[in-house]
């Protein structure tokens, strides 16, 4: 049972259709991006076709691709010295294609282990080569701290998973590597929720389908001169220093996920960028962990409390039984996508940049009845 106040407020999202969507990713986006993509779905800007038709080495499309990148450049004050690359093939290729291009094969890479994504980087790496564990966190579930790190000053790069999606856990702030050491991050889900200082990073790679847009298109902000260290013959499509001469048209891109991008980019900028997205996401985090830790263990929080993750919150209930209670009911009650990753179960609600805080006081009402009921 929840109050009439929390029944209005769904039925009124019902009667558009559209549910409270918590999903992990793909996730949500803003309501403004999906109508403006859906005004401009048959004739973009004049052109008489979709974007979806549109080629992409047409005028209108370099607008669009030229647009996004720009648009990246300001929120995130990027510095001139980086290229900014639109990609496929996920996070999962980069992966492979961070060591492919960046770790000599004499050379060895070092690897912070946090979580499922960063063992999942690790194992890609170890295929192609040499990797050591700067540290690894076993089965506890936080961010080890600069001092528990044993890095290794030769390593090729450091990397790092700025936010582990199913464990929900984020660094505050980015490790420091050794002196000639770069740092290589992936911050697939948590790129574009808060400021970045891309300077003290050597590539950054982030899937888009969690703060920044649809499936389909993997950002890469990577500092210049790594491209001299580009091994020569590998294969053109996970070749970066041709990837960014061809500056995202080496071959086709996925040009409707970029148009998208940018909608959501300039959304960003409008609401007052990522200082002001970051003010929002804190509140919207800090309400859920609120109501777990005051919830008398009815609730437990998954993550270390000092490494928490703004972006997933992942809780757990007394047994699994209820656990699958709570994910149905929610569901019933048009609250989306609750259930932890299949991997590690429990509770997981992502609250990604376009999950408005509304979605996250409904959420949180709902919890509150839900214990009420099964406390
Ligand atoms: C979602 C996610 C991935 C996987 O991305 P794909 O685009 O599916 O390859 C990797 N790392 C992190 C941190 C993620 O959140």
Redesign the pocket.
Known sequence: MVTTETINKIKMEQATGRVYNFN??PAALPVSVLEQARDEMLNFGGSGMSVLELSHRSKHFEDILNRAEADLRTLFKIPSNYKILFLQG????QFAMLPMNFRAPEASADYVQTGS?SK?AIGESEKLGKVRLAATTGKNIYIPSQAELDLDPQAAYLHF?????IEGIEWATEPTPPPNVFLAC?T??NLGSRPLDVSKYGIIYA?V??NLGP?GV?IVILREDLLERVPPKLPAMLDYKNLAEGKSLYNTPPCYSIYVVGLVLRWLIDLGGVEEIARQNATKATTLYQLIDSSGGFYKGVARPDSRSRMNVTFRLGTEELEKQFAKQATAQGLEGLKGHRSVGGLRASIYNAVSLEAVEVLAQFMKEFQRING
Do not use: H, I, M, V
């Open positions: 992990a990713g996920g996070n999962s290729l994504w999942k998973t700025a936010n582990e999606t992936d697939s889900s899937g389908q969690k499936a993997t």
